[in-house]
């Protein structure tokens, strides 16, 4: 049976996108389906476009949302380097042997030349300039030029590419397993570079070879590759690898939140969502962008969130694991058509994954963010406030902002609620009762309820006179967990020093 060894190959031309993120999720899942092998490869044969630290961040990314590969830069394998930059010489005796069974040719244009005749195509009426079969003969390379110039050029250290030698008049047919059958016609198909001038390979040459070198069994990839796809046969062939050729699988495009068109990194910033797994600060603002993870995001809920944009199990389950997604996948059930960005099923996810988190769990993610507000408390007291909050939060930060008042003193009272519930003459009673919760023994919720309805049934009053007035007086604002809980966690003290911060206030607040 044959090895299954599924690879993600990014280039490190600046951050991930979350687009590339599904990609390698969806190479992850299949793998581990298959109990098959996970690699990463890292596609930087174009240097002019690398971007220092974006590898870093793709390894991260990847560590991040639990799909670590099995091999790859840092995790190792028989298959290395898993840098195109440190396999640079494999390729050229590729190259070299396509040149020689006559499937690909020397050309000497130079970019000037190559300009020029574009212009005069373009000038001519043809827009679509290609260096195809047609156009070959009438340019500069080995196929017009006699052996012995071609001969003298190489050897005059001239730079140089090496073009595949694209036939004429025959239809290229591939499966994918995404969108079935489907026909290139060679005649449209132009001579893509495989070796550049500065003799690194192209992506088509470097890819095909990696794939065969690294006997990679499966290419699952993004749909605008599959125009590639015709070139990569063509490789395959010439090179007599065709009956080793990997299944392909090109995903549908992830589309805009109105379904209008490609996602973008600028449509995060447009709209002030991720689209990025990780935040990346760039050489300026524009460049500058907010990832999902700090966005506060759990890292479950993302994958969950990608699997679903452009697959779908086929039932009405949602919520999946990363080991459901593993078992539940399959290549078949992935759609043809784009997948839109619903940017608010991605809060609904990690809503769902908050909630169902222990309290402990949540403590040990937020309590680092804790510590940069400046708030120091116990791994039991922030559990605590998880517990209180998690159901009524979407994202981590959540808990620290919406829950500011565990960690503080109240910045803002709730002034419509004062104006409404805070009786000016009731400020007696509203004084015994805050030192009859004093002078409580036991301060626990259940106690200090029932403190609180005893003093209730003596004034004649009712839950909606005195609860609205203790959740403004000890967190600002009627929005909250369980008012008796809160009391019983922040503690008998703090409790008594808000009560009589918050009646000066309200009383203030009256008068004005």
């Known amino acids: ?295 506060g995001f759990d890292p479950a809920a993302v994958n969950n969130f990608l699997a679903f944009l452009g697959w779908n199990p086929g039932t009405e389950q949602e919520i999946f694991s990363l080991e459901g997604l593993c078992e539940a996948f399959s290549v078949e059930q992935v759609g043809k058509s784009g997948a839109r960005f619903d940017f608010d099923k991605a809060r609904w996810f990690n809503e769902q994954y908050l909630q169902a988190s222990s309290d402990e769990a949540l403590a040990v993610v937020i309590q680092p963010l804790a510590k940069e507000r400046g708030y120091v408390v116990s791994d039991e007291f922030m559990a605590a406030v998880c517990g209180m909050l998690k159901e009524r939060v979407t994202f981590y930060p959540d808990i620290l902002e919406d829950g500011y008042y565990f960690f503080e003193g109240v910045i803002e009272y709730d002034a419509k609620v004062i104006r409404k519930k805070w009786k000016p003459e009731r400020k007696p009673q509203f004084e015994n009762l805050q030192s009859g919760l004093k002078g409580l023994g036991d301060y626990s919720a259940e106690a200090i309820k029932s403190a609180v309805t005893g003093f209730m049934e003596e004034n004649d009053f009712g839950f909606g006179d005195v609860l609205p007035v203790l959740r403004v007086a000890l967190s600002g604002t009627t929005k909250g967990p369980d008012v008796f809980k809160m009391m019983e966690l922040l503690g008998q003290e703090e409790v008594d020093e808000r009560l009589a911060v918050a009646y000066r206030h309200f009383e203030e607040q009256q008068a004005s």
């Open 1 to 295: 049976m044959q090895n299954i060894r599924l690879r993600f190959a990014p280039s490190p031309t600046g951050p991930l996108h979350i687009g590339g993120v599904r990609t390698a999720l969806y190479n992850y899942l299949l793998a581990r389906k298959l109990n098959g092998t996970f690699i990463l490869r890292i596609e930087d044969t174009d240097q002019n476009r690398y971007v220092p630290g974006a590898e870093d961040y793709i390894v991260e990314a990847l560590k991040w949302c639990g799909i670590e590969p099995d091999e790859g830069p840092g995790y190792g394998g028989d298959y290395g380097p898993y840098r195109q930059s440190e396999r640079k010489d494999l390729y050229g005796k590729y190259a070299l042997q396509l040149v020689e069974n006559g499937h690909a040719y020397y050309a000497f244009d130079t970019p000037e030349e190559l300009d020029l005749r574009r212009q005069a195509e373009k000038e001519a009426g043809n827009h679509s300039f290609k260096y195809d079969s047609k156009l070959r003969m009438e340019m500069r390379n080995s196929l017009t030029l006699s052996e012995a110039e071609t001969k003298a050029l190489l050897e005059s250290g001239k730079p140089y590419t090496i073009r595949l030698k694209v036939p004429s008049g025959e239809t290229v047919t591939i499966h994918d397993e995404v969108r079935g059958e489907v026909n290139f016609q060679t005649d449209e198909l132009d001579d893509k570079v495989i070796l550049k001038s500065d003799g690194m390979p192209t992506y088509h040459l470097a890819n095909i070879v990696d794939d065969h070198l690294m006997e990679i069994s499966h290419v699952i990839r993004g749909e605008e590759w599959l125009p590639s796809t015709a070139h990569h046969v063509l490789l395959y062939r010439f090179l007599d690898w065709e009956s080793e050729m990997p299944a392909f699988a090109h995903l549908p495009l992830i589309l805009k939140p109105n379904g209008k068109g490609k996602l973008s990194k600028r449509d995060g910033a447009k709209l002030g969502i991720p689209v990025f797994p990780l935040s990346w600060n760039g050489e300026n603002e524009e460049d500058s962008f907010i990832g999902f993870r700090e966005f």
